[in-house]
């Protein structure tokens, strides 16, 4: 399946497969390296939640999954819902946030194993990951919970050996060429080496998403006293 963007030049194609009898997988391959996939999957999974009330909609940076709640799916309209898709029209919103984030003993409890592990002081690698631009590439794994890329590879570290059943809302985490920000706390299994006073997702209000993918997103260092100040006021 094919569609055209009529206000941009560029294409995209699609594929659908059929994964059970009631769940799909869209892949996208677009014409144009410039257009952001993630953000792409994002908007159109949004496009197709307000065109059916009968599916539920996962993107992730690859894929979108499709659930249909009733049997059997009408894959026909689904197709037709994709190709009516106009990505021109969100092309141009440019989503930036800028996150403080406090590096500190009481907030990062894996930054010293991390140091050891990449036999790096605490303060380069802080300086490291707080001085890169990053862009959200999926939300997922816990609601609200945000996959950042690209981390640097000096940096980059593998996943805990054993992941934490709870994790404090706000912690900021990395694990191989990512890091993530556990928005609702919860369950998990990334090194955690800071934490941010701001709040970025809260379950009750759909207008709070601050992070969706294509955001980009810097950090900026806080002290503690300078989190406490901002958490006093969310």
Not at 56 to 85: G, H, L, W
Not at 176 to 184: F, Q, S, V
Not at 214 to 232: H, P
């Amino acid at each position: 399946m094919a569609a055209k963007s009529s206000a941009m030049s560029f294409s995209f194609n699609t594929k659908l497969s059929v994964v059970a009898e009631d769940i799909l997988e869209l892949e996208v391959h677009i014409d144009d390296s410039n257009i952001n996939k993630s953000k792409f999957y994002w908007y159109l999974a949004e496009h197709l939640l307000q065109r059916q009330n009968d599916i539920e909609v996962i993107a992730s940076e690859e894929i979108i999954s499709i659930r249909s709640k009733v049997i059997p799916m009408d894959i026909e309209k689904i197709e037709t819902d994709v190709s009516s898709f106009e990505f021109s029209l969100i092309s141009q919103i440019d989503h930036r946030l800028e996150i403080p984030i406090c590096y500190e003993q009481t907030f990062s409890s894996d930054l010293k194993e991390v140091s050891n592990q990449l036999n790096l002081s605490t303060h380069e690698i802080i300086e490291i990951h707080s001085s890169a631009t990053y862009e959200v590439k999926a939300i997922g794994f816990t609601p609200g919970f945000s996959y950042l890329g690209d981390l640097d590879e000096k940096i980059s570290v593998p996943r805990l050996s054993k992941p934490r059943l709870k994790t404090s809302v706000g912690s900021v985490a990395i694990a191989n060429d990512r890091t993530g920000i556990y928005c609702l706390g919860g369950p998990g299994g990334w090194p955690i080496i800071g934490a941010t006073p701001m709040n970025l997702f809260n379950p009750d209000d759909n207008d709070s998403v601050k992070l969706i993918p294509g955001t980009k997103v810097t950090f900026k260092e806080i002290s503690i006293e300078e989190f406490r100040a901002i958490k006093s006021m969310e």
